[in-house]
């Protein structure tokens, strides 16, 4: 049986670098099966907005 896998993007605005970032976020459930745990957090810089 496979853990269910949910993966959520997000952008992220940083008002230090004045720049976009997109962060994705992949999630597990626990074995228990109640709390999800994060398993992976990515970001990549989408560049500075015009």
């Given at each position: 049986m496979?853990?269910?896998?949910?993966?959520?993007?997000?952008?992220?605005?940083?008002?230090?670098?004045?720049?976009?970032?997109?962060?994705?976020?992949?999630?597990?459930?626990?074995?228990?099966?109640?709390?999800?745990?994060?398993?992976?957090?990515?970001?990549?810089?989408?560049?500075?907005?015009?």
């Amino acid at each position: 049986m496979m853990n269910p896998r949910r993966c959520c993007l997000q952008q992220k605005w940083s008002s230090q670098s004045h720049s976009i970032s997109m962060v994705s976020i992949c999630l597990e459930k626990g074995i228990e099966g109640q709390s999800w745990v994060v398993t992976s957090i990515t970001e990549r810089e989408l560049g500075h907005p015009r």
